[in-house]
């Protein structure tokens, strides 16, 4: 039986923190910033905890050895 790989996409974006949460950045903060108010681009800042069904996917489907 062959080793599950993680995806390397998900390494790059998705990181867990040490009670098991998944941490992600924000998205819509790449390219376009012009057309955003400041407000946004402030709130956009930093990083975020997912929610935990969409953390328990991330986990079970992208980071399986993590």
Do not use: E, W
Not at 28 to 44: A, D, V, Y
């Amino acid at each position: 039986m062959p080793k599950m790989k993680t995806k390397s996409g998900a390494k790059k974006r998705f990181s867990l923190t040490g009670t098991g949460k998944v941490k992600a950045l924000h998205a819509g903060k790449r390219h376009g910033m012009i057309k955003r108010t400041n407000k946004q681009i402030r709130n956009l800042r930093g990083s975020t905890i997912l929610f935990k069904t969409d953390g328990d996917n991330v986990k079970k489907y992208f980071l399986p050895n993590a």
